[in-house]
Every structure is written in structure tokens, then in C-alpha cells.
Nanobody, 117 residues
Framework: VQLQACGGGSVQAGGSLKLSCAAS???????????MGWYRQAPGKQRELVAD???????KYQDPVRDRFTISRDNAKKKVYLQMNSLEPEDTAVYYC?????????WGEGTLVTVSS
């Protein structure tokens, strides 16, 4: 299983970015029955959950990004997205996607988001 994240970049505060993460090496049913999450790791800090979405498309957000970020999934394409609006310098981090189901989980390599003030 491989997760390929993309869409990171450099933006000014207040700008937007959309991250996407594509899963390969797994069958459609495994993807659609999994939980997908976006995590981030800022310099000098631990990796933290940003948002996740269940197989039933129930979503959860951490307080710092609530009302600014939107997570979504497209099971047919085996992709998960993170729409990030009103970006703040504090959102600067490497963003990772994660897929989990039962006893297994996989991580993507991450994509860097840099927000300047």
C-alpha cells in the first residue's frame, strides 16, 4: 500500500490550499471501509491529528482548524482531500495522510505547507 500526498506549497496568510492523497496497492473495498486522516508536524513539535473521516464520511476536526479546513473522500478514486482556507502561519507544517482499518495503518510521505505572514 502506498499513499501519495500532494498539493502543498507556500502561501500568504489568508490564502488557501487543497491537499490530496491517493492510495494505491489496495482494493476498493479496503479503501472504502477505512478511516482516513490528515496529520501535521510542525518544526520541533510532535505529529498531531488535523482531521479525519470515517468510512461513513463522518468527520472530526481539531479545534485550531475547525471551520477553516474541510476533509473529504472519493472512494471511487481512492483519494482523500483536505481543503484549507484562511491559512495562518501556525498552519505551517508537513502534512501527512494516514489510512487505517482494524489492525493496520499506513502513512504517506508528507507534503510541506508554508504560510507566511
Amino acid at each position: 500500500v502506498q499513499l501519495q500526498a500532494c498539493g502543498g506549497g507556500s502561501v500568504q496568510a489568508g490564502g488557501s490550499l487543497k491537499l490530496s492523497c491517493a492510495a494505491s496497492g489496495m482494493i476498493w473495498s479496503s479503501f472504502s471501509n477505512s478511516r482516513m486522516g490528515w496529520y501535521r508536524q510542525a518544526p520541533g513539535k510532535q505529529r498531531e491529528l488535523v482531521a479525519d473521516i470515517t468510512s461513513d464520511s463522518n468527520t472530526k476536526y481539531q479545534d485550531p482548524v475547525r471551520d477553516r479546513f474541510t476533509i473529504s473522500r472519493d472512494n471511487a478514486k481512492k483519494k482523500v482531500y483536505l481543503q484549507m482556507n484562511s491559512l495562518e502561519p501556525e498552519d505551517t507544517a508537513v502534512y501527512y495522510c494516514n489510512i487505517a482499518s482494524g489492525s493496520w495503518d499506513y502513512w504517506g510521505e508528507g507534503t510541506l505547507v508554508t504560510v507566511s505572514s
